[in-house]
């Protein structure tokens, strides 16, 4: 069941999506070579609690820490520990938070150093499939399937590969809802969009082959071929006017 959120509840998930834009300023300007992906979890994990928000993902389903940090060729769902970044690398940093009873929840991938001409590429073709995605919506038109449709050929124009095992879904009470959103599909298709849905929307685009597997660690994906991986996310609310995305700073 799609559950449609009031302004009311928009707010509270809106509280949550400030509190993530400060935890990617954050990270982003502490992020360099030599540190480790443990050291970023930690600066996420202070500024969620000092801004009175929970780390969403610590302990949902058993996964042990603040943030998932993948990468290269890890997609989602890295356990952040002692792997330490290095100049050239791409990291993809996954974060929710929940604040009066709400939750949010963005991805950033970003570049470590000067990176490959490639992995500019494929940063830039998740974001711009992410952005794709939301610009599909028509108001009282869309359905998921043209988001996903819509992110699916902007991959597709960069020549990578689109995962299909993880998808993007609604947001609100619960960190997953209703309905699933993939990055792939058919126009047409899919649960009708209407004003006050919230939606968390996030490609995960990869250089070579999409498939992927899980590590021997029980969560950190990754793809199959070893090539790298990015991921993009927004928390976004769709309106009578058009949308709006919450965790991104204009």
């Known amino acids: 069941m799609i559950e449609l959120k009031s302004d009311r509840e928009i707010g509270f998930v809106r509280e949550g999506a400030e509190i993530l834009k400060k935890v990617f300023k954050a990270v982003e300007e502490a992020l360099q070579d030599g540190m480790t992906t443990g050291e970023l979890d930690a600066i996420a994990e202070k500024v969620i609690i000092d801004s009175g928000g929970v780390p969403a993902f610590k302990g949902y389903r058993g996964f042990p820490k603040t943030a998932c940090i993948s990468l290269n060729e890890e997609v989602v769902h890295g356990i952040p520990g002692p792997r330490k970044l290095k100049a050239g690398d791409v990291v993809s940093f996954d974060v929710g938070v929940k604040i009066n009873g709400y939750y949010a929840d963005a991805a950033r991938s970003w570049p470590v150093g000067n990176v490959s001409a490639e992995a500019k590429k494929l940063i830039e073709a998740a974001k711009n499939a992410f952005q794709s995605?939301?610009?599909?919506?028509?108001?009282?038109?869309?359905?998921?399937?043209?988001?996903?449709?819509?992110?699916?050929?902007?991959?597709?124009?960069?020549?990578?590969?689109i995962v299909r095992e993880y998808v993007g879904h609604g947001i609100g009470r619960?960190?997953?809802?209703?309905?699933?959103?993939?990055?792939?599909?058919?126009?047409?298709?899919?649960?009708?969009?209407?004003?006050?849905?919230?939606?968390?929307?996030?490609?995960?685009?990869?250089?070579?082959?999409?498939?992927?597997?899980?590590?021997?660690?029980?969560?950190?994906?990754?793809?199959?071929?070893?090539?790298?991986?990015?991921?993009?996310?927004?928390?976004?609310?769709?309106?009578?006017?058009?949308?709006?995305?919450?965790?991104?700073?204009?």
Do not use: C
Request: aromatic letters at 10%; zero cysteines; proline letters at 6%.
């Open 133 to 161: 995605g939301v610009d599909a919506y028509q108001v009282g038109q869309s359905r998921i399937g043209d988001i996903s449709y819509a992110i699916e050929k902007k991959i597709e124009s960069y020549g990578f590969g």
């Open 174 to 250: 619960l960190l997953h809802e209703e309905p699933q959103v993939p990055n792939y599909g058919r126009k047409g298709q899919g649960p009708r969009m209407e004003p006050g849905l919230v939606l968390a929307i996030e490609p995960m685009v990869t250089v070579g082959d999409p498939a992927v597997e899980v590590s021997s660690d029980g969560w950190t994906v990754i793809t199959r071929d070893r090539k790298w991986a990015s991921h993009w996310e927004e928390t976004v609310v769709f309106t009578e006017q058009g949308y709006l995305i919450l965790t991104r700073d204009e």
